[in-house]
Structure formats: structure tokens, C-alpha cells
């Protein structure tokens, strides 16, 4: 009796390990992996570009609603912690500290993106935190106010159709990230997830690496 039992959990289904995740077709030659794709997509997602969001990102969204826990544990492999807030539909991975110890930095932090960006972003979250704490439960931001944060890097820059092309990319980045959402021509939408990922410490980071907070020079090649 106890031979036929070998290789059956206590519900009777051969062949499970209880508390394994369930085995996933292989998806490539030589994959060795357990998740669905989707639980994959999601956790791609979340290494990658560090967020997702229920509304634009629904496969990966809906791979993470099927197994967060599972999610939660890949993630925890990679020294990564996961927060899910499913009422707002945004899941966001960040970096876990380690004490006594340094871990190396995986997720996309602000330091991700180039010069130019990393200053555009910092406008957004402090327009985001300003506006939020004055109450306004959407906040908006006209191109003209990002161009004008952004042309103190080109004050030595006579080109200025190379600087305009500059800005609009840099602005153009932050649409396809999620992080501004274009309403009407030239007049876009501060996402709340600039709020949740990137935090006060962040920004002052950005502003102390170009001399901002002091009030230096600041010029930096944005072709980086």
C-alpha cells in the first residue's frame, strides 16, 4: 500500500510536490523554467522597466494576479522586493538593502536614464509631489514648463534645433515609459506612478549629481 503511494501528494495527484509551482510547457530548447509565460512577462516587466500597470500592461498584469506570490518569490531571488497595489493597478518592483552587505542595483532607478532625462524626471516628481499635496488628485504640466526646465543644459548649445530635438526625445521617453500621458497637443498628463517608484531621495540624488541643489553650472553632455 505504501509502494502505491509514492509519488502522489495527499490529495492523490501524482507526481506533485506540494507547494511547487506548477511545471510550464517549455517555452524554448532547453528551458528549465516553471512559470507560465505570463507569470514570466510579468516578472520581465517588473526587472526591467521596474513597474506595471493593470491598465496598459494586461498580459503581465494578469500573469501577476494569477501567481503574486510566486512573483513575489522570483523576485525575492534576485534581492528584489515586489509592492502590488491592486485597488490603483500598479505593481512596482525596488531595490531590498542588505545589512552589512551591498547588493547590486537591478531595477531601472532615475541613474537609468541620460542626463537630460534624469533632470526631466526630476520635474515631474517634484510637479507631482507639489501638486498632490496642494490637493489636486490630477496634475498636469504644459510642454512649454518641461522645455524650460530642461534648457538651462543648452545654455552653451548654438544649434537650437538639435536642442529642441533633444528635449522632444526626452520628453517623447517619457510618454512611451508611462510616466506622462499626452492629453491634447502639448499639454500632458503626470502619471502617479512618478510618485510611487521614484521617492524624495531619488530626486535629491539627481539634483546633487548636476550641482543643481548648489547652484553650479550644471552643463552636462545630454548625448550621454
Request: glycine share 0%.
Given at each position: 500500500m505504501a509502494d502505491d503511494m509514492l509519488g502522489q501528494d495527499a490529495s492523490g495527484a501524482e507526481g506533485?510536490?506540494?507547494g511547487a509551482p506548477p511545471k510550464a510547457d517549455p517555452l524554448f530548447p532547453e528551458d528549465t523554467g516553471t512559470c507560465p509565460l505570463a507569470v514570466r512577462l510579468a516578472i520581465t516587466a517588473l526587472v526591467k522597466k521596474r513597474y506595471i500597470f493593470a491598465e496598459t500592461d494586461r498580459v503581465a498584469w494578469d500573469g501577476l494576479m494569477s501567481a503574486p506570490e510566486l512573483v513575489r518569490s522570483r523576485l525575492a531571488d534576485m534581492l528584489l522586493g515586489l509592492r502590488i497595489d491592486d485597488v490603483v493597478g500598479i505593481a512596482y518592483s525596488y531595490q531590498v538593502q542588505l545589512e552589512g552587505g551591498t547588493v547590486p542595483n537591478k531595477v531601472k532607478s532615475i541613474s537609468y536614464f541620460n542626463n537630460l532625462q534624469s533632470l526631466l524626471m526630476t520635474q515631474l516628481v517634484t510637479k507631482y509631489f507639489s501638486a498632490t499635496a496642494a490637493g489636486e488628485t490630477m496634475v498636469w504640466v504644459e510642454g512649454d514648463e518641461l522645455r524650460e526646465a530642461m534648457e538651462r543644459m543648452f545654455e552653451d548649445m548654438p544649434?537650437?534645433?538639435?536642442?529642441?530635438?533633444?528635449?522632444e526625445q526626452a520628453i517623447g521617453a517619457m510618454v512611451r515609459n508611462g510616466y506622462l500621458r499626452e492629453v491634447v497637443d502639448g499639454r500632458y498628463q503626470v502619471m502617479p506612478i512618478v510618485g510611487v517608484v521614484y521617492g524624495i531621495d531619488e530626486i535629491k540624488g539627481v539634483l546633487s549629481r548636476y550641482g543643481i541643489a548648489d547652484g553650479d553650472d550644471a552643463q552636462a553632455d545630454v548625448r550621454q
Open positions: 506533485v510536490t506540494a544649434d537650437v534645433a538639435l536642442a529642441d530635438s533633444h528635449m
